[in-house]
């Protein structure tokens, strides 16, 4: 966990970032899903709290840097046409 950052939304409503450093899009995720459940479970003022959606949102300069690596494109994978015989 790197940051976090909290926002009201709706009214009786916060949005919580979470700037997690991990291994994977899916790690990051399960690691921040955990930290706010934890939360909301390790204080009676969260009682009725819930965690309604729990996703990442892409880092512009993460990706941005890809498309300066070898291939310049910034893909790992084939396009579905280069996966067959017939490109």
Do not use: I, K, N
Not at 10 to 33: C, D, H, I, K, M
Not at 54 to 74: H, I, Q
């Amino acid at each position: 966990m790197e940051h976090v950052s909290v926002h009201e939304s709706p009214p009786g409503s916060l949005t919580v970032g979470l700037y997690v450093v991990a291994e994977s899009l899916f790690a990051a995720e399960r690691v921040a899903q955990t930290v706010a459940e934890r939360a909301l479970r390790s204080d009676t003022r969260f009682r009725g709290c819930r965690v309604t959606s729990c996703s990442a949102a892409l880092v512009g300069d993460y990706f941005d840097g890809l498309l300066g690596e070898s291939g310049g494109d910034g893909r790992f994978m084939r396009l579905p046409y280069e996966d067959t015989e017939e490109h």
